[in-house]
């Protein structure tokens, strides 16, 4: 298939090119740059633009022929946007009706939504199923609600099909080793864990520890970012052979707690690894574990690197390297 992707150059973005590309896919990548990275997409063609530009989605639907879309770009901080809400609906909903304008203009019909765990806000049951009530705390997560709800109305007045995939904590890289993730700032544990290691951070925080958990701190399931691509190719492949628009979680139905996170890491680089404790983050749940027996039943995805010590054993060899470089 032609699949235009939008994030591309992002963490799972570069990731989910890179398999798309594997399978024998042609690819067209689309990232404005402010959080991706160039060096990352190792193959297709890339775009440099923005989902505000409608005028340019229009032109890469008709240039490219695209026939099925992966859309991830978004931003994904829960804590900024608990402070910044209006940045979040902008981008992650009006800036996602645009690209949903130009499919229909152009008669694209499939589109592989990067959605997320956020959605259900505090659990009701573990593990989470998709049928669980979803209810955000966040405005991160209101936002991407609010697009799979315009997702399921443009399929009913458009046709447009769609596959939704709820992520839980991504983590990890290519076991290859030539891409993996680079956020700036980094936000999310395990890179940071590994940063301490290495002497690039001087501390970190555990963000509360008082939350009715094993050990006070939050749980989430950890799916490796390899695992999460070929889910792509698995739902951009099932909308074009026909099955229906739905809904599937993304996770290794197994949780871990951040201080577990931290210990399994100091094992990994053979060292503790020290951090402080600060407060809670508001809009965080205390757990967020998923129920991932539907995509492995009805789209047959198996996670590969379902361990949490191979996973962060691929993000440290990843941080060893030291990331990107302008080389490449």
């Given at each position: 298939?032609?699949?235009?992707?939008?994030?591309?150059?992002?963490?799972?973005?570069?990731?989910?090119?890179?398999?798309?590309?594997?399978?024998?896919?042609?690819?067209?990548?689309?990232?404005?740059?402010?959080?991706?990275?160039?060096?990352?997409?190792?193959?297709?063609?890339?775009?440099?633009?923005?989902?505000?530009?409608?005028?340019?989605?229009?032109?890469?639907?008709?240039?490219?022929?695209?026939?099925?879309?992966?859309?991830?770009?978004?931003?994904?901080?829960?804590?900024?946007?608990?402070?910044?809400?209006?940045?979040?609906?902008?981008?992650?909903?009006?800036?996602?009706?645009?690209?949903?304008?130009?499919?229909?203009?152009?008669?694209?019909?499939?589109?592989?939504?990067?959605?997320?765990?956020?959605?259900?806000?505090?659990?009701?049951?573990?593990?989470?199923?998709?049928?669980?009530?979803?209810?955000?705390?966040?405005?991160?997560?209101?936002?991407?609600?609010?697009?799979?709800?315009?997702?399921?109305?443009?399929?009913?007045?458009?046709?447009?099909?769609?596959?939704?995939?709820?992520?839980?904590?991504?983590?990890?890289?290519?076991?290859?080793?030539?891409?993996?993730?680079?956020?700036?700032?980094?936000?999310?544990?395990?890179?940071?864990?590994?940063?301490?290691?290495?002497?690039?951070?001087?501390?970190?925080?555990?963000?509360?520890?008082?939350?009715?958990?094993?050990?006070?701190?939050?749980?989430?399931?950890?799916?490796?970012?390899?695992?999460?691509?070929?889910?792509?190719?698995?739902?951009?492949?099932?909308?074009?052979?026909?099955?229906?628009?739905?809904?599937?979680?993304?996770?290794?139905?197994?949780?871990?707690?951040?201080?577990?996170?931290?210990?399994?890491?100091?094992?990994?680089?053979?060292?503790?690894?020290?951090?402080?404790?600060?407060?809670?983050?508001?809009?965080?749940?205390?757990?967020?574990?998923?129920?991932?027996?539907?995509?492995?039943?009805?789209?047959?995805?198996?996670?590969?690197?379902?361990d949490l010590k191979t996973i962060i054993e691929t993000a440290w060899n990843w941080q060893k390297r030291g990331g990107f470089h302008e080389d490449e």
């Open positions: 298939m032609k699949i235009l992707v939008t994030g591309g150059a992002g963490y799972i973005g570069s990731h989910v090119v890179k398999s798309l590309i594997e399978a024998g896919n042609s690819v067209v990548t689309l990232d404005n740059l402010s959080k991706g990275h160039r060096e990352a997409v190792l193959g297709g063609r890339f775009i440099e633009g923005d989902l505000e530009d409608s005028k340019l989605l229009n032109r890469i639907m008709a240039e490219e022929e695209i026939e099925g879309v992966i859309h991830l770009a978004a931003h994904s901080l829960v804590g900024e946007s608990m402070e910044d809400p209006g940045k979040y609906y902008y981008n992650n909903v009006a800036n996602g009706l645009n690209l949903l304008e130009a499919m229909v203009n152009h008669g694209v019909k499939y589109i592989v939504f990067s959605s997320t765990a956020a959605v259900y806000g505090e659990p009701e049951e573990i593990p989470i199923p998709e049928d669980h009530p979803t209810q955000p705390t966040n405005t991160y997560g209101e936002s991407k609600l609010f697009f799979e709800k315009i997702l399921d109305r443009y399929e009913q007045i458009y046709g447009l099909k769609y596959i939704s995939l709820r992520y839980f904590n991504a983590a990890g890289a290519d076991p290859e080793g030539r891409i993996g993730e680079a956020h700036n700032p980094e936000t999310h544990l395990i890179p940071i864990v590994l940063q301490k290691a290495l002497g690039q951070r001087e501390k970190f925080y555990i963000f509360g520890d008082d939350y009715p958990t094993r050990d006070g701190s939050c749980i989430r399931d950890y799916i490796h970012v390899s695992d999460l691509a070929r889910a792509h190719i698995l739902a951009i492949n099932g909308l074009a052979g026909g099955i229906d628009s739905s809904i599937f979680n993304l996770g290794n139905g197994e949780g871990y707690s951040v201080k577990e996170v931290i210990e399994t890491a100091g094992e990994v680089v053979g060292r503790e690894i020290v951090a402080e404790i600060g407060e809670r983050r508001p809009g965080d749940p205390a757990v967020l574990v998923a129920s991932s027996e539907k995509i492995r039943t009805e789209l047959g995805w198996e996670p590969r690197y379902p």
